[in-house]
């Protein structure tokens, strides 16, 4: 395969992950995580291929194609990493919101729970609610 035909394929791929990326910012703007198309499995295959066909298109490889195609590949490219940046935004936001939420949650639980009973012997110290935060700073 030429390195123009190889640029090509690495062109078309970067665009329709660009395109998965984008239909993702849109369904976490939508508040519809699930909606978001590069979990799909054919999406996860892209992006493992063009990691791999990237990282062996050198530098040496772009020089030998066309301008015109050096050109679309560069835009391509930061069309990509400007989607893929915002799309990793927006699923921080949503992983620090969600994750705010259960703490918050767990924190009323344990203290419903912990709450003073009347006539219920203390034993100890109060059992925790058991959720899982991953990271305490919401």
Do not use: W
Request: hydrophobic content about 45%; proline content about 4%; overall charge positive.
């Amino acid at each position: 395969m030429s390195n123009d035909a190889k640029a090509g394929r690495l062109i078309a791929m970067a665009e329709r992950l660009t395109d998965a990326l984008k239909a993702d910012i849109a369904a976490l703007e939508r508040g519809r995580p699930r909606e978001m198309r590069s979990i799909e499995t054919d999406m996860l295959q892209l992006a493992a291929l063009f990691g791999r066909e990237s990282a062996a298109f050198t530098v040496a490889m772009s020089k030998t194609i066309p301008a015109a195609t050096r050109g679309t590949l560069i835009e391509v490219t930061k069309h990509f990493k400007d989607a893929l940046a915002a799309q990793t935004r927006l699923v921080m936001r949503t992983k620090t919101i969600s994750e705010g939420m259960i703490h918050a949650i767990a924190e009323d639980v344990a203290r419903k729970r912990s709450a003073a009973k009347p006539y219920a012997p203390t034993i100890g110290r109060p059992r925790s609610p058991g959720a899982m935060v991953y990271n305490r700073l919401a």
